[in-house]
């Protein structure tokens, strides 16, 4: 799970990476309560650093929508490796909860 460099994205990397399953625990729980590939601060750093530009413009997107960034990346300022993982899980919930309603809605619409 470790080669960022063959995906031009993370929302492609988690694509690739997780299944349905994956991506609900994600949405519903968040990362917090541990999810493989993000457990750890070497791979949501390295992440972050892979990835960087795109994660700041979902976030550019959530400030833009809200008026103000997420409260657990603005109390993670005080460190650089904790802003990073706040980040990469901020847009993991972020795709996660895309994905969801995606799905959902291709599920409504399949029943219908």
């Not at 993370?10 to 968040?30: A, C, R, T, V």
């Not at 700041?56 to 960034?69: Q, R, V």
């Not at 603005?74 to 993982?85: E, G």
């Not at 993991?92 to 959902?104: L, P, Q, S, V």
């Amino acid at each position: 799970m470790s080669d960022y460099a063959k995906y031009n994205t993370f929302k492609q990397w988690m694509l690739d990476n997780y299944e349905h399953p994956d991506w609900e625990n994600i949405n519903h729980s968040g990362c917090e309560n541990g999810v493989s590939g993000l457990i750890y601060y070497s791979e949501t750093n390295d992440i972050y650093d892979a990835f960087a530009d795109e994660l700041h413009d979902i976030l550019s997107e959530y400030k833009d929508m809200t008026g103000e960034m997420p409260d657990y990346i603005v109390k993670n300022l005080d460190s650089a490796t904790q802003f990073k993982n706040a980040v990469v899980w901020f847009v993991a919930e972020w795709y996660a909860d895309e994905y969801m309603t995606n799905w959902e809605t291709n599920h409504d619409e399949a029943a219908a």
